[in-house]
């Protein structure tokens, strides 16, 4: 038979534990579930970080740039933008572009509020309006009528120096006297494919905003004066003009 002192420290155990279950709850036995979800539902995932690695990150890189996509990180197109923008450019994606629709409403996983909170936060991570003080922006979309042939002009004197005099792009041993050229290899901005997987409204807000990342000015630093809304549209039009009807494709069909 067990000794008494031996059935009292079991007695005690026994106590100990069911005051520990009392006190603490079911929760804290190892092997028992919690009383909430282990793993958080999509449409409950509420953190700005959260959202923009699962959704954003890989077209748009980390923390906003360096990815294959415009940057976010860039106060210039933020500000050309504007939150209402981007808010529904998230929701329903870029017709004629890569950018899909995020929304559920249209196609996509997230909820108005996941897609507000993106949009909002975008905009309080990396806007800077202090930057531009003063500046008066071009219009984010087109108002007016574009023309290829003023287009190419407009092109060779603010846009050709780095990409080259017909858009073919440039070698890296090209030899230039321009400290304003880019130094390294840069990739034809007419080539077909290329055209053909990006719209014409996201060529323009490049054009505009540039690609600080990559060292491309916007539509202020690389010409004698800043391209105006007139000379924004013709270039995109002429770069539009570039666009074939059957990209990568050798032979056309009958």
Known sequence: MRSAPHRLAVFGTLMLSAVCITTTGCSRIPGRPGPGPEVVRPDEVLDFATLYKQNCAACHGNNGKNGAAISLANPVYL??????????????????????????????????QQVTILAQGAMQQWSASDQLAGTTLPPYAATLQGD??????????????C??????????DSKTSDPKATAGKLGSIVNPSYLALISDQDLRSIVIAGRPDEGMPDWRSDSAQPLNDQQITDIIAWLASKRVAEPGQPYHSH
């Open 163 to 172: 990409h080259g005099a017909d858009g073919e792009g440039t070698s890296a």
């Open 148 to 161: 290829a042939n003023r287009g190419q002009q407009a092109y060779s004197a603010a846009c050709a120096r």
């Open 79 to 112: 500000a050309v933008a504007g939150e209402q923008t981007i808010h529904q450019t998230i929701a329903q994606g870029v017709p004629g572009g890569l950018m899909p629709a995020f929304a559920k409403a249209s196609g996509g996983s997230l909820t108005d």
